[in-house]
Nanobody, 114 residues
């Protein structure tokens, strides 16, 4: 199983980024794919998820800044992040959720400079 995040990097405050998550080799049906982030010294927190039927869920406080979407042709899930702030600096993780377990990527570093 491979779960690969891409699109991270260094961005100035106020800028935007789009992260991508590509999953392959998952042996079970995927129920949903989600995005999480972990800032230095903090616990990993949920941002958003998109189900196999296209239903999206967001952490309430992140609805205005983050948008999750997917491209079924490319088998890729995206996380659009707008109006980035230095406190958004974190490692962003993609999580593939199945009935029999979850699969995590290695994470993509996002660093926001002031």
């Amino acid at each position: 199983v491979q779960v690969v995040e891409s699109g991270g990097g260094l961005v100035q405050a106020g800028g935007s980024l789009r992260l991508s998550c590509a999953a392959s080799g998952v042996p079970f049906s995927i129920d949903a794919i989600g995005w999480f982030r972990q800032a230095p010294g903090k616990e990993r927190e949920f941002i958003a998820s998109i189900s196999s039927s296209g239903m999206t869920k967001y952490k309430e406080s992140m609805k205005d800044q983050f948008t999750i979407s997917r491209d079924d042709v490319k088998n890729t899930v995206y996380l659009q992040i707008d109006n980035l702030k230095p406190e958004d600096t974190a490692v962003f993780y993609c999580n593939v959720m199945t009935t029999f377990g979850d699969y995590w990527g290695q994470g993509a570093q996002v660093t926001v400079s002031s």
